[in-house]
């Protein structure tokens, strides 16, 4: 034991005066910037610049050397976060006819739980790309705000009577200090909220242009009402009858509504798709949801109360037609209903009321579908067959014409209720090659079964003549749907923008006198719409302390008597009380941005010049409903002359979702959350910035493994290191120059792919490479050209420890302000290749040859080394497979 601690003692001592002499060597032999270096090589704390450097100091407060000083990532990183801040790093900057980039996260919810790990990955990838586009002096603007109302903050307030403006601005500072502590290079100048009233003064200029130009209009539709939570909600935010969010009771009811005509730009949101750089899913996902459709409408005739008309993308399917179904909410239910199903038929409509959509239209065996006969008949158009009327759940009033033809031999669903009820099943369509089908079979091919005029064609000239017939008799026309429907547009909550329209009071006491106010005797005349001046903008919410919603469907404002009526000369008036949706606010943020303290209007000349956003970056959860919405406004207001460009986004980039580590979806009820404040705080925004885009394809679902971080924790401290040895002014030579421009042509490529985890992989061999080179060549140094490369392009992955590495290498401006390294193609060709040596299918050495050298030269070379020739001498070589660039094989 006592010999065991002397051997410790005197190895310590041997390696401190190692380390004593090697720092000497190093400061006699390495070129510094007088104006930053005082006293010896990073003993910059006390420096006069304004970069001062505390990543490794090389000595201690009385000029010791201490090469060992751990590097202190709290500390780097809050310096150079302050550094930004103080400098206005980001500060976004126009010249004139300058090429530019718009660099664009989607619009984050500052919920209470603030952020995780995930959700920094998209905000890297942006990020990555803002400081990598300004280096090559592109005018970026890179800008951060909020999408801040919403449902959670004022179910909040209803738990805790706190105002929903107050928790919203406490969680968008928790967001705020998350996002800076992780060095994105924002332009906070620009920050702003939907929730600022300068913000949705603008937002309700939107709607006003809307209703001007009737593509705002109030309607009766039947939604999704929730009374415990007093609003309309989603087919998706309904389960079993029961809301997503408290699982209260929801019932289906007609509801005074704001809608937004959408389906008139129908046409155009399909057919500007092709103009734009979008992942091939969400193309699909938003044609799938506009939904266009070629087909026919069709008449079938009843006795008393005029046609029933359908719509069907198959009118090659006409002749299987068995029965019609129509929606429980059709008008004609009640009429065609006969007296002895009357009760029958009221109470299914009834307990229909309690499903949303989504239930109503699942399809399979399990999904449990209902209906009810009406006890009435329609006529066939073509055969004049009498057709049984029925009512389901599973048609659905605002789709189409809220009824359809039934053909289960050829429509999945019609086919699952068709057994259910033992309905006729009639094939009209077989299989083209003449193979047997198993029903229902929903493919095209040839008709069968519905007489001599139509028997024998294909389905589509079938279907020609089928419309030809139809509109012959006056039943039917050829037709253009749309899945798409009109946006419902309101919401009866408090924490929303305010709709600015109000209607006139018309007083209902004896003299028409009295005030509404008083609760005299009054109805409100909606009929009668009208917009608030644009000079009164924006109209903003009452001070409330109750949130909770009542059992009056007009929301919570109705109770805010004071805000709500108001007279003008001597009449009485009411604002409208439903508020708008979420959505409305993040439908044109990206505009503001650019413009973001005009008073005249929402963007001005600068503004312009930004658009369209050229990287728009976020979840795929957004690929339908939030890029619609953003893409009709934008096109109502290209129509309008305020934007020009038909679409605001050209291209668009969905990151994966980070797992927690149990590989499933991060959530508090899994408890499987990691905040992103721990990483930061134990590894540092750099490494966390690092392992992310490291993790695999941007576009992957990748699970989040903590102690993977250790990795690019080590590649980090291995770029410091290198600061630490001798430098050299002299340019780079051979192979470190060669090595040099493959890696800046291997990162450049690969982030103009978005492929960051392969360069960063890249940067990880460079590092290594300038590391070996280091030990080999201590007296001469390594490059100061070479490890500077190496500084600048790792900058826009981990920007703290590239400015901290900036500075040590002795400049005095931020690296930001650097422009990015270019590679000269010629060195980037690969010269000299190490190819396997391979005897009788073994490898029995390795040998380094010119790319272009003969295949006779390099057995040569090859016969002649060591390794080889002791397998080769006194053998006849019989065969040589050469594959060039890589392996040998000499079979003796």
């Known amino acids: 034991v006592i010999m065991y601690f002397v051997l410790t003692a005197l190895v310590g001592t041997i390696m401190i005066q190692s380390r004593l002499c090697n720092c000497a060597m190093s400061i006699r032999g390495r070129v510094f910037?007088?104006?930053?270096?005082?006293?010896?090589?990073?003993?910059?704390?006390?420096?006069?610049?304004?970069?001062?450097?505390?990543?490794?100091?090389?000595?201690?407060?009385?000029?010791?050397?201490?090469?060992?000083?751990?590097?202190?990532?709290?500390?780097?990183?809050?310096k150079w976060q302050n550094y930004w801040d103080k400098h206005n790093t980001f500060k976004t900057k126009r010249r004139p006819n300058h090429k530019k980039k718009y660099v664009l996260d989607m619009f984050p919810?500052?919920?209470?739980?603030?952020?995780?790990?995930?959700?920094?990955?998209?905000?890297?990838?942006?990020?990555?790309?803002?400081?990598?586009?300004?280096?090559?002096?592109?005018?970026?603007?890179?800008?951060?705000?909020?999408?801040?109302?919403?449902?959670?903050?004022?179910?909040?307030?209803?738990?805790?009577?706190?105002?929903?403006?107050?928790?919203?601005?406490?969680?968008?500072?928790?967001f705020k200090r998350q996002l800076k502590s992780l060095g994105f290079s924002y332009d906070w100048s620009r920050e702003l909220s939907t929730t600022d009233e300068q913000y949705f003064k603008w937002t309700q200029w939107i709607f006003l242009q809307l209703f001007k130009s009737g593509l705002a209009a109030q309607s009766e539709v039947s939604v999704n009402w929730c009374p415990a939570l007093g609003t309309v909600?989603?087919?998706?935010?309904?389960?079993?009858?029961?809301?997503?969010?408290?699982?209260?009771?929801?019932?289906?009811?007609?509801?005074?509504?704001?809608?937004?005509?959408?389906?008139?730009?129908?046409d155009r949101l399909e057919q500007d798709l092709a103009g734009i750089e979008w992942p091939e899913g969400t193309l699909v996902a938003q044609k799938q949801w506009i939904g266009r459709s070629v087909g026919a409408a069709v008449q079938f005739t009843t006795d008393l109360h005029g046609p029933i008309e359908v719509f069907t993308t198959r009118p090659d399917t006409l002749m299987g037609v068995t029965y019609l179904v129509l929606a429980p909410e059709h008008p004609l239910v009640d009429k065609l209903c006969s007296e002895s199903q009357r009760e029958a038929v009221q109470e299914y409509v009834q307990a229909v009321k309690g499903k949303s959509d989504l239930e109503r239209t699942a399809t399979g065996k399990d999904k449990g579908k209902t209906g009810v006969f009406l006890g009435a008949y329609a006529v066939h158009p073509i055969s004049g067959d009498r057709v049984p009327v029925w009512t389901a759940d599973y048609v659905l009033a605002g789709y189409g014409t809220g009824a359809v033809m039934a053909v289960p031999a050829h429509d999945e669903r019609d086919f699952e209720f068709a057994q259910i009820y033992d309905l006729p099943i009639k094939q009209v369509v077989a299989a083209a090659n003449s193979g047997e089908v198993t029903l229902p079979y929903a493919e095209e091919g040839v008709v069968c079964n519905s007489g001599v005029d139509f028997d024998t064609l294909s389905s589509s000239d079938a279907r020609n003549l089928i419309i030809q017939r139809l509109t012959d008799k006056n039943l039917g026309r050829q037709q253009v749907t749309y899945k798409l429907r009109d946006w419902v547009f309101s919401r009866q909550r408090y924490w929303g923008e305010p709709i600015p329209i109000y209607f006139p009071v018309e007083m209902l006491t004896a003299d028409g006198g009295g005030s509404p106010l008083a609760g005299d005797a009054h109805r409100i005349v909606y009929e009668k719409p009208i917009a608030v001046e644009e000079s009164e903008l924006p109209l903003t919410l009452p001070e409330m302390t109750d949130f909770h919603p009542g059992d009056d469907p007009q929301g919570c404002l109705a109770r805010?008597?004071?805000?709500?009526?108001?007279?003008?000369?001597g009449q009485w008036f009411a604002r409208e009380t439903n508020t708008m949706p979420q959505w409305a606010g993040s439908c044109w943020y990206y505009l503001r941005f650019t413009d973001p303290n005009n008073s005249e209007g929402i963007l001005g000349e600068e503004g312009q010049s930004w658009l369209p956003v050229d990287l728009y970056v976020g979840?795929?959860?957004?690929?339908?409903?939030?890029?619609?919405?953003?893409?009709?406004?934008?096109?109502?207001?290209?129509?309008?002359?305020?934007?020009?460009?038909?679409?605001?986004?050209?291209?668009?980039?969905?990151?994966?979702?980070?797992?927690?580590?149990?590989?499933?979806?991060?959530?508090?009820?899994?408890?499987?959350?990691?905040?992103?404040?721990?990483?930061?705080k134990e590894y540092g925004a750099d490494a966390l910035r690092l392992y992310e885009m490291f993790m695999g394809p941007l576009e992957a679902v990748k699970p989040w493994q903590t102690n993977q971080l250790?990795?690019?924790?080590?590649?980090?401290?291995?770029?410091?290191?290198?600061?630490?040895?001798?430098?050299?002014n002299a340019a780079p030579e051979g192979q470190m120059l060669k090595e040099m421009h493959k890696t800046i042509k291997k990162v450049t490529q690969d982030v103009d792919r978005f492929a960051f985890n392969t360069a960063?992989?890249?940067?990880?061999?460079?590092?290594?490479?300038?590391?070996?080179?280091?030990?080999?060549?201590?007296?001469?140094?390594?490059?100061?050209?070479?490890?500077?490369?190496?500084?600048?392009?790792?900058?826009?992955?981990?920007?703290?420890?590239?400015?901290?590495?900036?500075?040590?290498?002795?400049?005095?401006?931020?690296?930001?302000?650097?422009?990015?390294?270019?590679?000269?193609?010629?060195?980037?060709v690969q010269d000299i290749?190490?190819?396997?040596?391979?005897?009788?299918?073994?490898?029995?050495?390795?040998?380094?040859?010119?790319?272009?050298?003969?295949?006779?030269?390099?057995?040569?070379?090859?016969?002649?080394?060591?390794?080889?020739?002791?397998?080769?001498?006194?053998?006849?070589?019989?065969?040589?497979?050469?594959?060039?660039?890589?392996?040998?094989?000499?079979?003796?």
Request: hydrophobic share 40%; charged share 20%; aromatic share 8%.
């Open 33 to 78: 910037r007088k104006d930053l270096v005082k006293n010896h090589r990073f003993s910059l704390l006390k420096s006069t610049s304004p970069l001062q450097c505390t990543a490794l100091s090389d000595s201690d407060e009385n000029g010791n050397a201490n090469s060992n000083k751990k590097y202190n990532h709290i500390e780097v990183e809050t």
């Open 109 to 174: 919810y500052p919920s209470g739980s603030g952020l995780h790990v995930g959700h920094p990955e998209g905000y890297t990838a942006t990020d990555i790309m803002a400081r990598y586009w300004r280096m090559l002096d592109y005018d970026v603007l890179h800008p951060m705000g909020w999408d801040a109302f919403g449902l959670p903050a004022e179910q909040h307030a209803m738990n805790t009577g706190t105002h929903p403006k107050v928790t919203t601005l406490k969680n968008i500072a928790t």
């Open 233 to 266: 909600l989603a087919n998706e935010e309904v389960i079993n009858g029961l809301s997503e969010r408290g699982n209260h009771p929801v019932v289906r009811q007609p509801l005074r509504q704001w809608v937004l005509k959408i389906t008139h730009f129908a």
């Open 560 to 569: 805010a008597k004071d805000w709500r009526f108001f007279q003008r000369d």
């Open 619 to 680: 979840g795929q959860e957004h690929a339908v409903l939030h890029l619609l919405y953003a893409r009709f406004w934008h096109k109502v207001l290209f129509d309008l002359g305020v934007v020009n460009h038909k679409e605001p986004f050209l291209k668009l980039v969905h990151q994966g979702m980070i797992l927690g580590t149990d590989g499933e979806k991060m959530s508090k009820s899994r408890g499987n959350v990691i905040n992103p404040d721990d990483v930061v």
């Open 710 to 728: 250790l990795g690019v924790v080590r590649f980090r401290d291995r770029v410091l290191a290198l600061m630490k040895g001798t430098l050299s």
């Open 760 to 828: 960063i992989s890249s940067l990880m061999v460079y590092t290594n490479f300038l590391t070996s080179a280091a030990s080999s060549n201590k007296g001469e140094g390594l490059s100061r050209e070479a490890v500077e490369s190496l500084v600048l392009l790792l900058s826009p992955f981990a920007p703290h420890v590239a400015e901290e590495c900036w500075a040590l290498l002795g400049h005095s401006e931020s690296i930001s302000h650097a422009s990015w390294p270019q590679f000269d193609e010629a060195l980037c």
């Open 833 to 892: 290749v190490t190819i396997a040596i391979q005897v009788n299918g073994k490898v029995r050495t390795k040998m380094d040859i010119q790319v272009d050298a003969p295949e006779t030269e390099i057995l040569g070379m090859a016969l002649e080394l060591p390794n080889v020739k002791k397998f080769t001498d006194g053998n006849e070589v019989k065969k040589t497979i050469y594959v060039p660039g890589r392996i040998l094989n000499i079979l003796v």
